[in-house]
Every structure is written in structure tokens, then in C-alpha cells.
């Protein structure tokens, strides 16, 4: 599995952004983290393959959302309301097989790795 993300930029608080993550393979589960100077990568979301359920980060829950399109083989995830402390590098992740759900937020658990995004929420 190969992941491949883009998307990333500079925007001002409030502003949206889709990243977007093409993928090779057919992994069960994709998910994104992100990673800000200084600390720990965070889980952000996640999405299973089938059924098609997702996962949100408290932090990033009502104003985040994951999706797929099949056909294109590429995962999004729709950022709006964006703000200061979105600032990170973001990373999409894949992982092969299922896992309970209390250990999809932790990165280690992940198989496969994008290169990681930018984005930068300032004015």
C-alpha cells in the first residue's frame, strides 16, 4: 500500500480546506493524524472500509469529515471552521486488517504512512 497526500496550505481561521490522500491497495482502514511542532501526532479521523463507519478526534469533531471516493481510490477529509491550533503537519495512514475501535486513535496500530501535508491556519 502506497499513500500519497496533498491538499495542504495556508488559510485564515475560519477558512476550509480538503486534503486528500490517494491510495494504493485496498486497506481496511484509512486514517489521519496530525502532527504540530513540539508534540505528539494526534489522531484526527478514521474510516473503515466495509461497513463504512467513521471516527472523529474530540478536538476536530462537527467541523472535520472523512470520505471516500472508491472510483479514484483517494480518501478526503473536509476541514472547515479551521483554526489556529489546527496548524500541523498532516498524515494519511492505512492499516490492513480490523481492529477494535478504542485502538484506531493510536498511530502505532497503523501499517502505512503518506508523506505528510502542511497546513497553516493564521492571519
Known amino acids: 500500500v502506497q499513500l500519497q497526500a496533498s491538499g495542504g496550505g495556508l488559510v485564515q481561521p475560519g477558512d476550509s480546506l480538503r486534503l486528500s490522500c490517494v491510495v494504493s491497495g485496498r486497506p481496511y482502514i484509512m486514517g489521519w493524524f496530525r502532527q504540530a511542532p513540539g508534540k505528539e501526532r494526534e489522531f484526527v479521523s478514521a474510516?473503515?472500509?466495509?461497513?463504512?463507519?467513521?471516527y472523529y478526534g474530540e478536538s476536530v469533531k462537527g467541523r472535520f469529515t472523512i470520505s471516500r471516493d472508491r472510483a479514484s481510490n483517494t480518501v478526503f477529509l473536509q476541514m472547515n471552521s479551521l483554526k489556529a491550533e489546527d496548524t500541523a503537519v498532516y498524515y494519511c495512514a492505512a492499516r490492513d486488517n480490523r481492529i477494535i475501535t478504542s485502538m484506531m486513535k493510536r498511530a502505532e496500530v497503523y501499517d502505512y504512512w503518506g508523506q505528510g501535508t502542511l497546513v497553516t491556519v493564521s492571519s
Open positions: 474510516l473503515t472500509s466495509t461497513p463504512s463507519l467513521t
